[in-house]
């Protein structure tokens, strides 16, 4: 079974311009979130979506935002990139729902923003 | 929101040598995972931990949760060097959002 996918892989913006990342979860799950991971940290919760309704939002600004789609895929835009949103960006699938559950990532997309 | 603080940040082992990670909170934890990130990977889900004294072992790894439910603690012996990587504690809320401690970066020496 695939896992999950995330497009592109890399990805190189400047400042003020706009990005969307691109994830599609395992098969079956209904479940998608989305981490930041700037080098040296652990990965920072942005956004989780479950039966495409928003489930949870991190302490990012509004710059940010998502979406899930009928078939589970999900995309992450970011606005306005700072130098400060260079990071590697994670999709996390799951099954979701109201259980605590293990989380699949994805390969990441690696965002730099000169 | 529930936090965690993991020591130490960073783990130099000799190849053979055994260590520990561990997690700590000033809360009690609902539950708490653990993750493995390769350097250039990506987070690999090892083991969930909820009940309080819980002890789980996969191969050389031992995982442990705490009676009170505070810490954590992952024990692998024998290191070998295939243990590289960031090893990461989380906690996940009841929809699954997790969030992660800084992580114990290990460096294991042949």
């Known amino acids: 079974d695939a896992g999950v996918t995330q497009s592109p892989t890399h990805l190189i913006k400047t400042r003020g311009q706009h990005v969307t990342l691109r994830c599609s979860p395992i098969?079956?799950?209904?479940?998608v979130s989305w981490y930041q991971q700037v080098l040296g940290q652990g990965p920072q919760f942005i956004f989780q979506?479950?039966?495409?309704?928003?489930?949870g939002r991190g302490n990012f600004p509004d710059r940010f935002s998502a979406r899930q789609f009928p078939n589970y895929s999900s995309e992450l835009n970011v606005n306005a990139l700072l130098l400060g949103d260079s990071a590697l960006y994670l999709c996390?699938?799951?099954?979701?729902?109201?259980?605590?559950?293990?989380?699949?990532f994805g390969p990441g997309t690696r965002l730099t923003v000169l | 929101g529930q936090q965690v603080m993991q020591i130490p940040q960073y783990q130099h082992v000799q190849e053979g040598e055994d260590f520990t990670t561990y997690c700590n909170s000033s809360?009690?934890?609902?539950?708490i995972q653990w993750y493995k990130q390769r350097p250039g990977g990506h987070p690999v889900f090892l083991i969930q931990?909820?009940?309080?004294?819980e002890v789980k072992k996969q191969k050389r790894l031992t995982f442990q949760f705490g009676e009170a439910k505070k810490n954590s603690s992952l024990h692998i012996t024998a290191t070998q060097t295939t243990d590289v990587g960031t090893y990461f504690c989380?906690?996940?809320?009841?929809?699954?959002?997790?969030?992660f401690g800084a992580g114990t970066q290990v460096v294991v020496t042949p």
């Open positions: 996390a699938s799951s099954l979701g729902g109201p259980q605590v559950r293990k989380q699949f």
């Open positions: 098969s079956g799950h209904k479940s």
């Open positions: 979506y479950y039966e495409k309704e928003e489930r």
């Open positions: 809360t009690t934890l609902s539950n």
């Open positions: 931990l909820v009940k309080s004294g």
């Open positions: 989380a906690v996940t809320d009841s929809w699954g959002k997790l969030q």
